[in-house]
């Protein structure tokens, strides 16, 4: 079934159908049975239907680099301007792909996991009471816990004039024994800001959250791949620059020993209504070692779902951990092997010549896409490029 057919569908069933079904490679399926698969059952299930190929979109527009630990613009020494990279070249010259930070999306809740401050701040405080060795119980309220640790921290000031020996509990990772000597640094450098200890114990828990959920989202890197060459909408927005863009096809070799890794790591989105809420199963997992199981949980509730708004772009995301896989410094990855350019009708002539000059030296083939005359679709061109009157008179002119 098209994908519109599908959005339709759902459109017209009743609110309980559309809160309890999603849309995955192009499928109605159940939520529910979807969310309870683990990582290997959902990749199993979707490689089984994984399209032969996949289409990215690329702007061909200039990008400003910018230094990743603070944000700002790269000024080149030599001539004093910002740097800038085409990616979208770089990626048809190396047959490579950019892994994104998911922050930058065009979509600002993308990857964005679902966590509740408020159970996230009980959840937090009970962790530390425990650390702590005071006696406590899931039933407490967060005031509760919150009073309890505030009354060990000044016992411990009281007779020892400071709290460094809080935390009894022996660390299980060498993450747990950061987090208890940050969380006491961010304790004290509260105290010395504000003297209100009940304050601080709040500052330094929501420090906490901010931290986690940039973490979930900055854990892995994503580039995302269409399924179609054919859709106006990508065409026609951010993603190919208004049709002054192009499209590359790639031919999935999922029996390649050579790109297993990529087959592995390549999912498709999970379109759907509803967000879970992840809080305490995440916070479970906090300051322990990275798993597969968190992971999975990072991955599948937040980098690969999205709203059911964007099911039209029936989308693929090829997704690669931060420290494990991504030595590169630029975050270009090689992906499976290019097999045909579409070039936006749009396209200015002199980028259009730039990108078949590079098709020609590699031995891809290419051709210009332009709209149906008789419906809202878009269609291959019947004229090749180099017969194309305007490419003659670019050429010539040049």
């Given amino acids: 079934m098209d ?41 199993l299930r979707a490689k089984q239907k994984m399209p032969l190929k996949l289409y990215k979109y690329f702007p061909n527009t200039l990008t ?31 047959n490579t792909v950019f892994m994104q930070s998911p922050t930058l999306f065009d979509d600002i ?19 530390y009471c425990r650390r702590c060795e005071i006696a406590v119980t899931e039933k407490m309220e967060t005031q509760e816990l919150g009073n309890r640790l505030i009354n060990e921290i000044l016992k411990l000031f009281q007779s020892k004039r400071n709290f460094d020996s809080l935390f009894k509990r022996a660390p299980a990772t060498e993450s747990e024994n950061l987090s208890d000597q940050c969380f006491l640094l961010k304790l004290k450098k509260e105290l010395n800001r504000n ?66 890794k990529l087959f592995l790591n390549l999912f498709p989105m999970v379109y759907c209504k509803v967000r879970p809420n992840m809080t305490d199963r995440l916070v479970k997992l906090e300051d322990k070692e990275p798993t597969k199981e968190l992971l999975w949980d990072i991955y599948f509730h937040g980098a690969l779902r999205k709203s059911i708004d964007w099911a039209f ?14 030595e590169s410094k630029d975050y270009c990855v090689p992906f499976f092997p290019i097999t045909k350019v579409f070039l936006g009708s749009r396209m200015p002539q002199v980028a259009r010549k730039e990108i078949i000059q590079i098709c020609h030296e590699k031995h891809i083939p290419y051709i210009g896409v332009t709209r149906k005359s008789n419906v809202f679709e878009m269609q291959e061109c019947i004229v090749k490029c180099e017969d194309c009157p305007k490419y003659i008179e670019n050429t010539e002119n040049n």
């Fill in 195 to 260: 003297n209100d200890l009940a304050m601080a114990l709040k500052n330094v828990i929501l420090s906490d959250f901010e931290i986690y959920s940039k973490y979930l989202q900055n854990v892995f890197r994503a580039t995302c791949f269409a399924t179609t060459p054919y859709s106006q909408l990508m065409w026609g927005g951010s993603y190919a620059n208004c049709h002054k863009g192009f499209c590359v096809e790639y031919t999935v070799l999922s029996n390649d020993p050579s790109y297993q």
């Fill in 313 to 326: 772009q029936d989308e693929w995301r090829l997704l690669l951990p931060m420290k494990n896989n991504l």
């Fill in 3 to 43: 994908i519109n057919n599908l959005l339709q569908e759902i459109r017209k069933a009743a609110p309980y159908m559309a809160e309890s079904y999603c849309i995955v490679n192009g499928s109605i399926m159940n939520l529910n049975e979807v969310q309870n698969m683990g990582y290997d059952e959902f990749n």
């Fill in 64 to 94: 400003d680099l910018t230094d990743e630990n603070t944000g700002k613009p790269i000024i080149d020494q030599v001539t004093g301007k910002v740097k800038t990279v085409n990616y979208s070249m770089q990626a048809l010259k190396n």
């Fill in 109 to 127: 809740y993308d990857s964005d996991i679902n966590l509740d401050y408020s159970e996230y701040e009980k959840a937090r405080l009970l962790e």
